[in-house]
């Protein structure tokens, strides 16, 4: 089992549009969660972090469930302009980050 | 967040030939730095820390003597992919961490490797 998994999608969504994304974790002892975007052939940026009380940022919100040990991302009224690869990442319990492989959206006009 | 600077942004070489990837932290004195990889339409794939002034740490499957790490002060840490291989092309990334409570990573631009 990969340590953070995420659905590679694509996810094809008109704009305007709610889109919601999940990742789950196999590391209980994972403290820290981040979304970063990642456009074609750029380095990733930090899109945030994910709290344990929910993190909300304008159109996007991150939500955490330790129990289930999931992070998610919603996006709402899409953009075009949000279309992008979304990179879940987990902490190992210490310094080191676990990057998934990403969730390819596409948002349509 | 910090600004992290890499160089070259692209290179393309010969099989064989050795080649030197610098990572800068711009305004931010980084102890620990990260390299990591990403073939296309994969994830990153981190393949050792760097530590300033130390030796650095690698992952599992990542040969030490043919990616040599070295960061010689708090600014700059370099990547060297000895007698490269067409199967060392991909998307060569460094990022620094521990700006604050939570370990938010921040990236350079990567740095694109052709071998041929």
């Known amino acids: 089992r990969k340590e953070v998994e995420q659905d590679p999608g694509p996810f094809n969504v008109p704009e305007g549009a709610t889109v919601a994304f999940n990742c789950t974790y196999s590391?209980?002892?994972?403290?820290?969660f981040f979304w970063y975007r990642q456009d074609c052939r750029k380095e990733p940026k930090l899109l945030m972090s994910?709290?344990?009380s929910g993190n909300e940022d304008g159109r996007f919100t991150a939500q955490l469930n330790r129990a289930s040990q999931y992070i998610s991302l919603l996006i709402r009224d899409s953009k075009l302009s949000d279309s992008a690869t979304y990179l879940c990442?987990?902490?190992?319990?210490?310094?080191?980050?676990?990057f998934g492989a990403g969730t390819r959206l596409f948002v349509k006009a | 967040g910090a600004v992290v600077s890499q160089h070259p942004s692209w290179v393309i070489c010969k099989s064989g030939t050795s080649v030197k990837i610098e990572c800068r932290s711009l305004?931010?004195?980084?102890?620990?730095m990260f390299w990591y990889r990403q073939f296309p339409k994969q994830s990153l794939m981190l393949m050792a820390t760097?530590?300033?002034?130390?030796?650095?740490?690698?992952e599992q499957g990542v040969e030490k003597d043919k990616f040599l790490i070295n960061h010689a002060s708090l600014t700059l840490s370099t990547l060297t992919v000895t007698s490269a291989h067409p199967e060392d092309s991909s998307f060569y990334i460094c990022?620094?961490?521990?700006?604050?409570?939570?370990?938010?990573?921040?990236f350079g631009p990567g740095t694109r490797l052709t071998v041929l």
């Open positions: 760097s530590n300033e002034g130390s030796k650095a740490t690698y």
């Open positions: 990442v987990a902490d190992t319990g210490g310094f080191k980050t676990i």
């Open positions: 994910v709290y344990s």
């Open positions: 990022s620094v961490t521990g700006l604050g409570d939570y370990n938010e990573q921040f």
């Open positions: 305004d931010f004195q980084a102890t620990t």
């Open positions: 590391n209980s002892a994972s403290q820290s």
